[in-house]
Every structure is written in structure tokens, then in C-alpha cells.
């Protein structure tokens, strides 16, 4: 008759390379992977669903917005979109989240108001939305502006002249705990290759540049 069962230096070699570190780890390993194999299975990413919030179409709502998105204080959506508008220069808009009421707060016209915002906006401690235009304004080489959550109060709070403030505004703006706003342009100053600068909003509209 065939003994098929294990002999006691088979069962001895089997426990050996189990409990040895190589042996371990392998079993840590496979128990890793059964656990993300169970978190990460098919059925739970099958449970992801999408949905179309709106389509621009410019020149009405604006296009082309390359920036993120920010939930107001209100729970709206407010963003930026880099062209388009009425005044053909980018738009400042708002959404609720699940997709209705969209509203253009800001046609931006760049000679006055700055133009082409690529950035989103930050809504500061005293509830506004502030924003940089990337290029346009009364200098020509973009702004730090702000506006009220309905669209009123728009309000330019830095032209930049690109020699000596930096130009091209492409990155948005970081309410500090100091209260002032912080951020780049993208080239220009002293060196020519860009600047850090602040805005201080309290007592006036304060500038200055690193």
C-alpha cells in the first residue's frame, strides 16, 4: 500500500520555510493582497456614477475653463472660465451643485477689469471671492480682483506693470493668517522671471513684492 502522507522531515522542512523571514513575508504579502483585493473589487467601483453639470457654449457663458472649482460659504459653485463671455475676455460663474441655476457674475472686458482669468478663486474671511485676471488691466499684464458672491462690487485691487510688480497672473491668490493675500506672477520684476507679492486688505489696498 502508497503511504501518501507526509513524512515528519517533509512536515519539518514545511514549517521551516513558513516560519522562516522569506516565508513570512510571503504570507504578509498574500494576506495584503486578499485585503486590497477586497476593498478595491469590481463591485465597488462599479458604484461610481457621472454626471454633466453644464456645457459651456461662449460667447454666452464663457469656455475653456482650465481651473478648479470652489464651494462658496452658500454651498454654490464658483468658478472661472478663460475666454468667452460677452465681452469675449472670460467670465466668472456660478452653479448650484446639482447643476441648475447657473449665472454669469462677470463678463471680463481686460482693458479695465483684466482678462483671461486661468486661475479660481478664493472666497475670503469676509465672505468675497477674490481672483487674478492672467493679462489685461489699466497696465496691461493682469489683476487681483474682487466681487461679492451675487456679482456685485467687482472691484480691481492690483494692476500689475510687469517691470517692477511681475506680470501674467496665471496662479490664484492664498488668504494668509495674516488676513492678506498672497501670490505669483508669472514673469517680470526686478529679474524679469516673476515675483511673490502680497495685498494687504485692511486698512487700504497695500502692495508689496518679494
Same mark, same amino acid.
Do not use: E
Given at each position: 500500500?502508497?503511504?501518501?502522507?507526509? !513524512?515528519?522531515?517533509?512536515?519539518?522542512v514545511l514549517v521551516t520555510s513558513v516560519?522562516?523571514?522569506?516565508?513570512?513575508?510571503?504570507?504578509?504579502?498574500? %494576506?495584503?493582497?486578499?485585503?486590497?483585493? %477586497?476593498?478595491?473589487?469590481?463591485?465597488?467601483?462599479?458604484?461610481?456614477?457621472?454626471? *454633466?453639470?453644464?456645457?459651456?457654449?461662449?460667447?454666452?457663458?464663457?469656455?475653456?475653463?482650465?481651473?478648479?472649482?470652489?464651494?462658496?460659504?452658500?454651498?454654490?459653485?464658483?468658478?472661472?472660465?478663460?475666454? &468667452?463671455?460677452?465681452?469675449?475676455?472670460? !467670465?466668472? #460663474?456660478? *452653479?448650484?451643485?446639482?447643476?441648475?441655476?447657473?449665472?454669469?457674475?462677470?463678463? %471680463?472686458?481686460? $482693458?479695465?477689469?483684466?482678462?483671461?482669468?486661468?486661475?479660481?478663486?478664493?472666497?475670503? !474671511?469676509?465672505?468675497?471671492?477674490?481672483? !487674478?485676471?492672467?493679462q489685461g488691466g489699466s497696465l496691461g499684464?493682469?489683476?487681483?480682483?474682487?466681487?461679492?458672491?451675487?456679482?456685485?462690487?467687482?472691484?480691481?485691487?492690483?494692476?500689475?506693470?510687469?517691470?517692477?510688480?511681475? &506680470?501674467?497672473?496665471?496662479?490664484?491668490?492664498?488668504?494668509?493668517?495674516?488676513?492678506?493675500?498672497?501670490?505669483?506672477?508669472?514673469?517680470?520684476?526686478?529679474?524679469?522671471?516673476?515675483?511673490? #507679492?502680497?495685498?494687504?486688505?485692511? $486698512?487700504?489696498?497695500?502692495?508689496?513684492?518679494?
Amino acid at each position: 500500500m502508497m503511504n501518501i502522507g507526509m !513524512t515528519a522531515t517533509k512536515r519539518s522542512v514545511l514549517v521551516t520555510s513558513v516560519l522562516s523571514p522569506l516565508g513570512l513575508c510571503r504570507w504578509l504579502l498574500l %494576506f495584503a493582497f486578499c485585503l486590497a483585493g %477586497f476593498v478595491w473589487s469590481p463591485t465597488a467601483c462599479a458604484q461610481v456614477t457621472y454626471q *454633466l453639470l453644464k456645457s459651456f457654449g461662449t460667447p454666452g457663458t464663457g469656455g475653456y475653463p482650465v481651473a478648479g472649482l470652489l464651494q462658496g460659504s452658500d454651498g454654490a459653485l464658483y468658478g472661472t472660465a478663460q475666454s &468667452g463671455g460677452s465681452l469675449g475676455n472670460g !467670465t466668472v #460663474f456660478k *452653479l448650484n451643485p446639482d447643476g441648475t441655476g447657473f449665472t454669469v457674475l462677470k463678463n %471680463f472686458d481686460s $482693458s479695465t477689469t483684466g482678462g483671461y482669468p486661468q486661475a479660481g478663486l478664493l472666497q475670503g !474671511t469676509d465672505g468675497a471671492l477674490y481672483g !487674478t485676471a492672467s493679462q489685461g488691466g489699466s497696465l496691461g499684464y493682469g489683476t487681483v480682483f474682487k466681487l461679492n458672491p451675487d456679482g456685485t462690487g467687482f472691484t480691481v485691487l492690483k494692476n500689475f506693470d510687469n517691470s517692477t510688480t511681475g &506680470g501674467y497672473l496665471h496662479a490664484g491668490l492664498l488668504q494668509g493668517t495674516d488676513g492678506a493675500l498672497y501670490g505669483t506672477a508669472y514673469q517680470g520684476g526686478s529679474s524679469g522671471v516673476g515675483t511673490v #507679492f502680497r495685498l494687504v486688505l485692511s $486698512s487700504g489696498t497695500v502692495y508689496s513684492i518679494r
